[in-house]
């Protein structure tokens, strides 16, 4: 279909199907004919307002999200969380007026997770959009290192139709940062806290000085060593890899899970140059697992979940609550709205005490703000 800028796409089809309608069924709640719909679907026919209002009205959502003017974006108007090279697969939001997009290799929290493009990234420095704008604009961009902040999201969709979480892989530092760059709209931290400090609140007042935000509690999970199946170094602090008794594998500079590290290693009046492997690093859960898994690495920092996902035993030094830092002028931002019911739910407490590692006691609570 043909507007007056370009072209029109129509996703009737779409949302048709997610609310398991025929084509007879939407055409009996509209007012129209069986061939109507199919024209619409098919590009054929362009409704008028009275028409599109009642199909947006019967599935549940707006006729922008129904029919997109299909222009791409251009480049300069997109800021990319991390570099990407013509034809990249791209996961996208709108934080603010910016629209923000995400390489997918990063946007992903468990193994072997595989997720459908929003765009591309062009040979000409465009964006081929394959979303409604209207569904960008109602897009929550979460960056963390939380694997159960996929879990929100699938609460999300099932609790606010029309709404998108899309939680992407980021450490506690850079999802900090990302909001204060104003490219997310929530950041997971995981900081441990010296003394009776919280680790959390210490964070965001040392890396977003004087930023007005709500701090929420999102979950409590067990860090540690993951460790090959039967420890059979029988690792158990951290004494246990120091002294060239284990290989590690270390995060990098800023992470929760390395400062939790050097604090352990500090106490007990030991340092990183008596841990073998210490200025090996990685930027996940994951690759530190695979590390083990593979053999290279006696030990990885990560969580608890993470070392079951792939078959390792776990050595637990700490458990720490994740907390969701969500920038105050955005709390109106219709998709927040719907996270923070998400985030006072039985549901979301429920499925989170179900995880190994995981405590959901304070799941919900304000902590700031």
């Known amino acids: 279909m043909t507007g007056h800028d370009g072209t029109i796409r129509c996703l009737i089809r779409e949302y048709r199907r997610r609310k398991r309608l025929s084509q007879d069924e939407l055409a009996r709640l509209v007012g129209v004919r069986r061939q109507a719909v199919y024209d619409m679907e098919s590009g054929r026919y362009l409704p ?18 129904l029919f997109i003017d299909d222009v791409p974006a251009e480049l300069g108007n997109i800021h990319l969380l991390d570099e990407a090279e013509a ?26 997770r595989l997720e459908a493009a929003d765009g591309f990234l062009m040979a000409d420095k465009t964006i081929d959009c394959r979303l409604p704008r209207a569904q960008l604009a109602r897009t929550v961009l979460v960056l963390g290192c939380d694997p159960a902040l996929s879990v929100l999201s699938g609460l999300m969709a099932r609790a606010a139709p029309g709404i998108r979480v899309q939680a992407a892989f980021a450490s506690s530092r850079r999802a900090l940062l990302s909001i204060s760059e104003g490219n997310a709209h929530v950041a997971g931290t995981h900081y441990h806290g010296s003394g009776p400090a919280e680790g959390n609140l210490e964070a965001v007042h040392s890396l977003l000085p004087g930023l007005d935000c709500l701090i929420i509690a999102f979950s409590a999970q067990e860090e540690g060593f993951m460790v090959a199946p039967g420890n059979p170094l029988g690792i158990r602090t951290v004494e246990d890899i120091a002294g060239g008794r284990a290989r590690l594998v270390n995060r990098e500079e800023g992470a929760a899970l390395r400062k939790l590290l050097d604090t352990q290693l500090s106490e007990r009046g ?28 006696d030990a990885a920092l990560g969580l608890r979940i993470v070392a079951e996902s792939f078959g390792l035993d776990f050595v637990s030094l700490d458990v720490t609550r994740c907390d969701l830092v969500i920038p105050a002028d ?40």
């Open 87 to 112: 034809a990249a697969r791209l996961s996208l939001a709108q934080v603010r007026e910016k629209l923000v997009g995400i390489p997918l290799p990063l946007a992903r929290l468990m193994p072997f």
């Open 330 to 369: 955005l709390r109106g931002h219709p998709g927040i709205t719907a996270l923070l019911d998400v985030l006072q739910s039985s549901d979301l407490g429920r499925e989170l005490g179900s995880l190994p590692g995981y405590d959901s006691s304070d799941t919900g609570k304000l902590i700031s703000g």
């Open 48 to 65: 008028n307002t009275a028409v599109a209002l009642r199909l947006a009205r019967a599935l549940g959502c707006t006729v922008e999200m």
């Open 270 to 297: 030991l340092s990183g140059s008596e841990v073998t492997g210490y200025p090996e690093e990685v930027t996940s859960h994951n690759e530190g697992a695979l590390r083990v898994a593979g053999g290279r690495a």
